[in-house]
């Protein structure tokens, strides 16, 4: 009987230690090892192999997933590197498990953002072309125009990204604050697109991902509920589902 062989982001993710595109980026660095050999690039993991990050070994799951929703304050960089960046989620939260952030929420801004150590759920929810509503309540440095809201919401190119923003919803709250949803996530997007019309971004909260509220004070967590993973998985049903899916359709592209 042949054995079962898994690919080692495949691996690591789902053992709950980081996504697969986290993954690949520390096997192409060199900080994984397969019974102390650093291997290469999609190479694949049997059950009697150790594998380790950094020398710590990382074991198959035997635990339910974590999935929190954070409140994440003005600061607090959204990165997993805990021995570079002072100011980590991973060392604020200081949650008993591994876990890793969904997404980025840039450093000046605040608000919501996911939690887990389930790295299959991350691409499901972050690619742009699966759809997925993010909201923001932005305030700027000048009174809001109509025409401000009109560009805003029809698309703006961004000369430095060399990309076009999606068309989203966008509605003036008061003569300085708006509400903003994006089905992208471009690298920050809301500031850049703000910046292209003369507007400078005085605050960012981001409120809701999907059909998650954010409804837990400043620096706070909690652990979505038994109904709001339900709809989540509903949601992203028909979501692309890995990074290796993503490959093979290129590779499927680049054959014709």
Same mark, same amino acid.
Request: positive net charge.
């Given at each position: 009987?042949?054995?079962?062989?898994?690919?080692?982001?495949?691996?690591?993710?789902?053992?709950?230690?980081?996504?697969?595109?986290?993954?690949?980026?520390?096997?192409?660095?060199?900080?994984?090892?397969?019974?102390?050999?650093?291997?290469?690039?999609?190479?694949?993991?049997?059950?009697?192999?150790?594998?380790?990050?950094?020398?710590?070994?990382?074991?198959?799951?035997?635990?339910?997933?974590?999935?929190?929703?954070?409140?994440?304050?003005?600061?607090?960089?959204?990165?997993?590197?805990?021995?570079?960046?002072?100011?980590?989620?991973?060392?604020?939260?200081?949650?008993?498990?591994?876990?890793?952030?969904?997404?980025? =929420? #840039? /450093?000046?801004?605040?608000?919501?953002i996911l939690l887990?150590? %389930?790295?299959?759920?991350?691409?499901? &929810? !972050?690619?742009?072309?699966n759809n997925h509503?993010?909201?923001?309540?932005?305030?700027?440095?000048?009174?809001?125009?109509?025409?401000?809201?009109?560009?805003?919401?029809?698309?703006?190119?961004?000369?430095? =990204? #060399? /990309?076009?923003?999606?068309?989203?919803?966008?509605?003036?709250? %008061?003569?300085?604050?708006?509400?903003? &949803? !994006?089905?992208?996530?471009l690298n920050r997007?809301?500031?850049?697109?703000?910046?292209?019309?003369?507007?400078?971004?005085?605050?960012?909260?981001?409120?809701?991902?999907?059909?998650?509220?954010?409804?837990?004070?400043?620096?706070?967590?909690?652990?979505?509920?038994?109904?709001?993973?339900?709809?989540?998985?509903?949601?992203?049903?028909?979501?692309?589902?890995?990074?290796?899916?993503?490959?093979?359709?290129?590779?499927?592209?680049?054959?014709?």
């Amino acid at each position: 009987m042949s054995q079962e062989l898994k690919r080692l982001n495949k691996y690591l993710s789902e053992a709950g230690y980081c996504s697969r595109r986290a993954a690949d980026r520390l096997i192409e660095v060199g900080r994984v090892t397969i019974n102390d050999v650093v291997p290469e690039m999609g190479t694949k993991v049997a059950s009697e192999d150790v594998v380790k990050v950094d020398g710590e070994i990382i074991g198959e799951r035997k635990q339910d997933f974590v999935y929190l929703a954070f409140n994440k304050p003005v600061g607090i960089v959204c990165t997993t590197d805990t021995r570079v960046e002072k100011d980590n989620i991973i060392d604020y939260i200081n949650y008993p498990k591994r876990i890793f952030p969904i997404g980025r =929420l #840039d /450093k000046p801004s605040e608000g919501l953002i996911l939690l887990t150590d %389930d790295g299959d759920i991350v691409n499901k &929810i !972050l690619r742009a072309s699966n759809n997925h509503e993010k909201e923001y309540i932005v305030t700027v440095d000048q009174p809001i125009s109509q025409t401000f809201i009109e560009r805003m919401s029809g698309g703006i190119y961004l000369e430095d =990204l #060399d /990309k076009h923003t999606n068309k989203c919803k966008v509605k003036k709250i %008061d003569k300085y604050t708006f509400s903003i &949803i !994006l089905t992208q996530g471009l690298n920050r997007q809301i500031r850049r697109m703000c910046e292209y019309c003369n507007y400078e971004v005085q605050a960012l909260k981001r409120i809701r991902i999907m059909n998650i509220m954010l409804d837990v004070p400043v620096g706070k967590y909690r652990e979505l509920t038994k109904a709001e993973f339900k709809t989540l998985n509903e949601l992203i049903s028909d979501s692309t589902k890995t990074y290796e899916a993503s490959q093979n359709n290129t590779i499927r592209k680049n054959r014709r």
